[in-house]
């Protein structure tokens, strides 16, 4: 069973470009969130996602920033018209379907780097 | 103060000696979890302890939770080099039982453990 992938794992933008960053899950997990690291910070929350469900988008900024995860395929988190303050490791967790939540399985990461 | 604080913000021992770690929050929680990231590496779990559990182990961790305090501690006995890491709790919140799932993060404590 492999782990939570996420791709690209380093991506270069210049201001302005747009980033789409990708999660796959693990197999058989229906819940998916986004969370943001910053330079020696902790990892901030940022978007939780069901199966085409957007659940709680509350640590996600309003403008520039959107997440999905459609029926079939990766969520994404999309990034429009970068700006050099969206530099971070951006990481995507999931968890297994069910009412008691459990651990999240984190992914390695995509370190975005806005030239 | 955050959700989620540890103490201390770095922690500096010998091999084989044991480190502590910890964590206080501020609201009611469903469970607490402890992550370890490696320099420029993705989280990797290490031990969920639930609201009405006090204290957890696991191979040379041990967890306690104190929810009427509202800390939390971890203990890394004989310590080893490869224990060297960032360590961040992150609590899941919950009232009634139901959680949503979101962790909030510390801001984590940097262990260096010397040979």
């Known amino acids: 069973n492999a782990g939570v992938m996420q791709n690209p794992r380093h991506l270069v933008r210049r201001r302005g470009q747009e980033a789409r960053l990708r999660c796959s899950p693990m197999?058989?997990?229906?819940?998916v969130y986004w969370y943001r690291q910053l330079p020696e910070e902790g990892l901030k929350f940022m978007v939780y996602l069901q199966k085409e469900n957007i659940i709680d988008e509350s640590g996600m900024p309003k403008e520039r920033f959107s997440a999905e995860f459609p029926k079939e395929g990766p969520s994404i988190l999309r990034i429009q018209q970068v700006v050099r303050g969206d530099s971070a490791a951006y990481f995507c967790?999931?968890?297994?379907?069910?009412?008691?939540?459990?651990?999240?399985?984190f992914g390695p990461g995509t370190r975005l780097t806005v030239l | 103060s955050q959700q989620g604080e540890e103490d201390p913000q770095a922690l500096s021992i010998q091999e084989g000696e044991n480190a502590t770690m910890n964590c206080s929050y501020k609201?009611?929680?469903?469970?607490l979890q402890w992550y370890r990231q490696n320099s420029g590496r993705g989280l990797v779990h290490l031990i969920l302890?639930?609201?009405?559990?006090r204290e957890k182990h696991s191979g040379r961790l041990r967890v306690t939770l104190d929810t009427s305090k509202k800390s939390s501690s971890l203990l890394i006995t004989a310590s080893r080099a490869a224990d060297t890491a960032s360590y961040f709790c992150?609590?899941?919140?919950?009232?009634?039982?139901?959680?949503?799932?979101?962790?909030?993060f510390g801001q984590g404590t940097i262990l260096t453990v010397h040979p």
């Open positions: 302890i639930r609201s009405n559990e």
């Open positions: 609201t009611s929680i469903n469970n």
């Open positions: 992150a609590t899941e919140r919950g009232a009634g039982g139901t959680s949503y799932g979101k962790l909030t």
């Open positions: 197999k058989g997990h229906s819940h």
């Open positions: 967790a999931s968890s297994p379907p069910g009412r008691v939540r459990n651990e999240q399985f």
